[in-house]
């Protein structure tokens, strides 16, 4: 999945590496933590993380908020996670575009950062057509990372836009 903001400047590509644990398959919960691979590039610095920061429903419900900002219904203003690794702020719209703040904490914020845990962020307007995008490529890459174990009663289906 890749969020670039509108004039190129500003990068962040989410990819899904594989379970956490591969060999739980039966556990509601820790069968479904994801290690997620996470780049960023802007104007003032680029990095890199890999950690398990989300679960497969937390992937789903991103997708579907990215899939809802791109009509402009997101569901809610922030969308946040379980580990506060990353969240998802909508703070402006129009017609063909939206801005974003991506929120990055923990393991998942630039090397040499001083930021308390939802401080530090990187600022995206995105074309809504790239939205419609990130939320299909997302759903996609979960067609290979299924949700595992009873979970999967309660966790809506993927929303490509």
């Not at 702020?89 to 801005?99: G, H, K, N, R, W």
Request: hydrophobic letters at 45%; charged letters at 25%; proline letters at 6%.
């Amino acid at each position: 999945m890749r969020l670039q903001s509108i004039d190129g400047a500003t990068t962040f590509d989410l990819e899904i590496v594989r379970y956490q644990f591969p060999e739980l398959e039966n556990d509601e919960w820790d069968s479904n933590w994801l290690v997620i691979s996470g780049s960023v590039v802007s104007a003032e610095r680029s990095w890199n993380f890999v950690d398990p920061c989300l679960v497969t429903m937390e992937a789903h419900d991103l997708a579907n908020w990215l899939a809802g900002l791109a009509t402009g219904r997101p569901t809610k203003e922030r969308i946040f996670f379980t580990e506060p690794n990353l969240s998802f702020e909508a703070v402006a719209a129009d017609l063909q575009s939206a801005e974003l703040r991506v929120y990055f904490s923990l393991e998942s914020k630039p090397p040499n950062v001083e930021a308390e845990i939802d401080e530090f962020f990187e600022l995206f307007k995105v074309a809504r057509n790239d939205l419609s995008q990130a939320a299909r490529d997302l759903c996609r890459s979960l067609r290979r990372f299924p949700v595992r174990a009873g979970a999967r009663l309660w966790v809506p289906p993927c929303t490509e836009a």
